[in-house]
């Protein structure tokens, strides 16, 4: 990665202590047993018909004594299973997290037969405001988003302008769609012939996508040896026997690019990515040459998931982002 010798003014941390490495051995659970949740769905009103959005939320968000966590998970068109590592925040940091399914997967409700262009950022953008209203956290709140969920993160910020939002985490985001496709184009080809064919097949057909993307992932994607059953929930949710491919195949973020309204991301932001992740450095240095205010770590174990990767070194490096002057 040639980026990483030019001299932007990155706070690159590199992570390399064997305490840090907490993903890849047992502690490669799901959520921590201990710390107690909520969960239910909540009414969500668009375009003169209701639909429901379903939540889970650790932490007490009533009683709390740090700003809420929400996170929005990555696709389009996954769930929130996969990235239930980031509640472990709600017992290491005090801080409430609060995670759910956007509409159309998982427990949310399912629109197969809506037309593809009823799916749009606008829609996912309406359903994070209507979710912040339902818990009265819409004057402050912090936003993580994974890899989609920070495009959704980022256009939030740069056309609704929330004035509760404290602070942003884009966790292995690109800039663009082209950004996104380059570096992915660029790994394939580290791929075999096999593995490449399936996956520009995409979800044209499913399975032998799915099949490809399994190879891939990993590579670039999940380094666990042992992938959890959580981590797994999200994707059967996509390719499962009861899998729902209508978001992720949905058109509405194939041209999508922030690059030219990023110094409108004003709100206080953490980058975050692996060393070897799809989301190679140069898809997320537009943003750091861009948000005024900006910090970014890479993790050097890790590739799209460094919260299951490097679990407990990536909390800390959230948790305490998120607390400082909070
Ligand atoms: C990180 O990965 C490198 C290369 O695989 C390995 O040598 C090193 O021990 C790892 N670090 C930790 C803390 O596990
Ligand atoms: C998750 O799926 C992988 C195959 O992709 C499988 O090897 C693994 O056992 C599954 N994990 C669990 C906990 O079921």
Not at 275 to 291: C, N, T, Y
Request: aromatic letters at 12%.
């Amino acid at each position: 990665m040639t980026q990483k010798t030019r001299s932007w003014k990155r706070i690159l941390s590199v992570l390399t202590s064997a305490a840090c490495f907490g993903g890849n051995g047992a502690s490669a659970s799901s959520a921590s047993p201990t710390t107690p949740f909520t969960e239910g769905t909540i009414p969500f009103p668009y375009h003169g018909e209701t639909f429901h959005t379903y939540y889970k939320v650790f932490g007490d968000i009533q009683n709390r004594a740090h700003t809420p966590l929400v996170v929005l998970h990555g696709g389009p068109g996954l769930t929130h299973d996969y990235m239930i590592p980031i509640s472990d925040l709600a017992h290491t940091a005090n801080i409430p997290v609060v995670f759910y399914d956007q509409l159309g997967n998982g427990r949310s409700t399912h629109l197969r037969e809506k037309p593809a262009d009823f799916w749009s950022v606008e829609l996912f953008m309406d359903e994070l405001s209507n979710l912040l209203n339902h818990f009265s956290i819409q004057d402050s709140f912090h936003l993580l988003g994974h890899s989609w969920g920070g495009e959704l993160g980022t256009e939030f910020e740069v056309q609704r302008k929330p004035k509760g939002l404290k602070k942003l985490v884009i966790s292995d985001t690109p800039a663009s769609s082209a950004l996104w496709g380059q570096s992915l184009a660029q790994l394939m080809q580290t791929m075999p012939q096999d593995v490449q064919d399936g996956l520009m097949v995409g979800l044209a057909d499913p399975q032998k996508y799915w099949a490809a993307l399994q190879v891939f992932s990993a590579v670039y994607g999940c380094t666990l040896k042992h992938l959890p059953a959580a981590y797994n929930a999200s994707f059967l949710a996509i390719f499962g026997p009861h899998g729902d491919t209508t978001v992720a195949s949905a058109p509405f973020s194939n041209d999508w690019t922030i690059v030219d309204r990023i110094p409108q991301i004003t709100v206080p932001t953490l980058l975050l990515n692996g060393h070897r992740d799809m989301a190679q450095d140069f898809v997320m240095e537009p943003f750091f040459k861009g948000i005024p205010d900006v910090k970014w770590t890479t993790f050097m174990n890790s590739t799209h998931t460094p919260f299951w990767e490097e679990r407990a070194r990536y909390m800390e490096v959230v948790g305490d982002y998120l607390k400082k002057t909070d």
